[in-house]
């Protein structure tokens, strides 16, 4: 995906992958992510991740449990209530991936907020609109 630097994912004691939120790169490598999934897998002319892939991860998937409220859950992402689209990766203590295809536009939200709940606290999706609102305008 055109990454600038090597990124990592944090392992326990034993050795084992985590998951929610142990994937470490930077903020620029993280944009890319979000580039790579508005893009359906695709850097440049090159496809790197089939769009099937892409497609089926930022599918609703409704044969598995899912939260109560908003957002539900695809492959690997969260997907919103107004999705056509729109996806997002969501880490531990409100950070944040925001990928919204119909406004062309990627935001990579960093976070320390322990007390951040999964959401990734309800100011984001606030923070996320109006941005992606005066980019629109522009």
Not at 110 to 125: E, I, M, V
Request: glycine share 10%; charged share 20%.
């Amino acid at each position: 995906m055109g990454a600038e630097a090597p990124a990592y994912w944090i392992k326990n004691r034993r050795g084992e992958e985590g998951v929610q939120g142990v994937f470490a790169a930077t903020l620029r490598d993280y944009a890319r992510l979000g580039l790579l999934v508005m893009t359906k897998g695709k850097v440049g002319d090159k496809q790197i991740v089939p769009d099937s892939w892409i497609n089926q991860m930022t599918t609703l998937r409704l044969d598995k449990p899912q939260p109560r409220g908003q957002p539900k859950y695809g492959l690997h992402i969260w997907i919103p209530q107004a999705a056509d689209g729109r996806s997002m990766f969501l880490g531990t203590n409100g950070q944040a991936i925001f990928i919204d295809p119909i406004a062309e536009t990627v935001i990579v939200h960093t976070a320390n907020s322990p007390q951040a709940s999964f959401d990734g606290n309800a100011h984001l999706y606030p923070l996320r609109d109006a941005i992606v609102k005066v980019l629109k305008t522009q």
